[in-house]
């Protein structure tokens, strides 16, 4: 099997600082080996000069929404029904393959509509289009009347299209059995309103009940299970109960960092999605912009103490959701490490080894080591020194499973 051999590596290997004028051997899927040693050459390898740029893992993106375009601009559209499923499984692709081209060789659903992500998935790993390892979503389980079943014009109408209406613990369990027969790798719950849905930040919307059967029936068939928590006691509830992921997590505290760390959930603030849109609304939020600016700074303040603590935080926002497009992920890295005090080192471990972890793949992907698949990123410079080189361009070459994606190796 022909290997390729990287010299004049600069590694940054998901767990350590850069170390410079590193060798790598990658043969078909994997690495082979990755040291300060430079192989044997052996006839037919292909031998490529990174005069100094960075070899990385893949990254992950955990709160990805892969059918959302311009998600609210339609307001008399009944949510996750704004277009037909066939054209969701087209923006799906396209939002994927954006990902992929962008570093993002991991991609974790967190809410798809019309059972689309499960399709485009199995059109993935069939060769069929381009794209990431990807998680497939469910439908957001949640109960009748929650923020997103339907605007009041839809009185008389049931959600559908991104959300699954479920009302009681037997209700929820066949909602989640269901999901996974139609592809779910993730379910997606809304136990709260607050950060971007209509509802107050404090209301609950399911019960104690209907979590634990929800979380128990994910758990039973082997399926992560994630939910949008805002306020203290749901992600408190929800932590207890085991639920895998807490999206937002906007109530953290010490008590909440305790019991992320003792649970070992993973959290994904995703700030990026209120940061952009307070700068997009402006002055038009009025009172709320004030609301949002103080959840923001709170977070801000929570992070470096939770990082400090061991909580296993991931990238990931709400992309798709009006004024904020698909692609624009570049800006979160900028964000965690300019205004919530996380280092670039850190921002990257969430990005490749957390994000690995989350997704359960932890033993062969978000690092580099002899053994592991070869995803990875090739950048003309170093991110832990300047993290543009990652937050507003694209990778120079994206490697999944070893294979070039996207870019091209240098020469
Ligand atoms: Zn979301």
């Given at each position: 099997m022909t290997r390729l051999v990287l010299t004049g590596v600069n590694l940054l290997d998901g767990t350590n600082a850069a170390v410079g004028d590193r060798t790598m051997v990658?043969?078909?899927?994997?690495?082979?080996?990755?040291?300060?040693?430079?192989?044997?050459?052996?006839?037919?390898?292909?031998?490529?000069?990174?005069?100094?740029?960075?070899?990385?893992p893949g990254m992950f993106t955990c709160h990805f929404h892969s059918t959302y375009h311009e998600l609210g601009s339609k307001p008399n559209t009944p949510y996750g029904n704004e277009y037909p499923p066939s054209y969701q499984a087209l923006i799906a692709a396209r939002n994927l393959?954006?990902?992929?081209?962008?570093?993002?060789?991991?991609?974790?659903?967190?809410?798809?509509?019309?059972?689309?992500?499960?399709?485009v998935k199995r059109a993935i790993e069939d060769g069929l289009i381009p794209g990431p390892r990807f998680w497939a979503s469910s439908r957001e389980l949640s109960t009748t009347g929650h923020s997103n079943d339907g605007v009041p014009w839809h009185w008389g109408m049931g959600a559908s299209g991104a959300v699954r209406l479920c009302d009681g613990a037997e209700s929820f369990?066949?909602?989640?059995?269901?999901?996974?027969?139609?592809?779910?790798?993730?379910?997606?719950?809304?136990?709260?309103?607050?950060?971007?849905?209509?509802?107050p930040k404090d209301r609950i919307e399911m019960s104690r009940a209907e979590l634990a059967a929800a979380i128990e029936a994910a758990h039973q068939r082997g399926v992560l299970i994630r939910a949008h928590l805002v306020n203290k006691p749901a992600i408190m509830m929800a932590l207890e109960l085991g639920i895998d992921i807490v999206?937002?997590?906007?109530?953290?505290?010490?008590?909440?960092?305790?019991?992320?760390?003792?649970?070992?959930?993973?959290v994904v603030p995703s700030l990026h999605f209120p940061k952009h849109f307070l700068g997009f609304m402006g002055s038009g939020l009025g009172f709320a912009a004030d609301a949002i600016k103080a959840d923001l700074n709170h977070m801000y303040a929570m992070i470096p103490k939770a990082q400090a603590a061991g909580v296993r935080f991931v990238l990931g926002d709400d992309y798709g959701a009006i004024g904020f497009p698909h692609g624009m992920y570049g800006a979160e890295l900028r964000l965690y490490t300019e205004h919530a005090g996380v280092t670039a080192l850190?921002?990257?471990?969430?990005?490749?080894?957390?994000?690995?972890?989350?997704?359960?793949?932890?033993?062969?992907?978000?690092?580099?080591?002899?053994?592991?698949?070869?995803?990875?990123?090739?950048?003309?410079?170093?991110?832990?020194?300047?993290?543009?080189?990652?937050?507003?361009?694209?990778?120079?070459?994206?490697?999944?499973?070893?294979?070039?994606?996207?870019?091209?190796?240098?020469?």
């Open positions: 990658l043969e078909g899927e994997r690495i082979l080996a990755v040291g300060a040693e430079r192989p044997e050459p052996r006839e037919g390898d292909v031998v490529v000069d990174l005069a100094g740029r960075t070899v990385m393959r954006t990902a992929l081209e962008l570093g993002y060789t991991g991609v974790v659903g967190a809410g798809g509509s019309n059972d689309v992500e499960g399709g369990r066949l909602g989640v059995r269901e999901e996974i027969k139609r592809g779910a790798d993730v379910i997606k719950l809304f136990v709260t309103g607050g950060h971007g849905t209509t509802a999206d937002h997590c906007d109530e953290m505290d010490d008590e909440v960092i305790a019991a992320l760390v003792e649970t070992g959930a993973f850190d921002v990257l471990r969430w990005a490749t080894r957390n994000g690995a972890e989350l997704a359960r793949r932890g033993d062969d992907l978000g690092r580099i080591e002899p053994g592991r698949l070869a995803d990875l990123l090739i950048l003309d410079g170093d991110p832990t020194i300047d993290i543009g080189v990652l937050a507003d361009r694209p990778p120079a070459a994206v490697l999944k499973g070893g294979e070039v994606v996207a870019g091209a190796l240098p020469g």
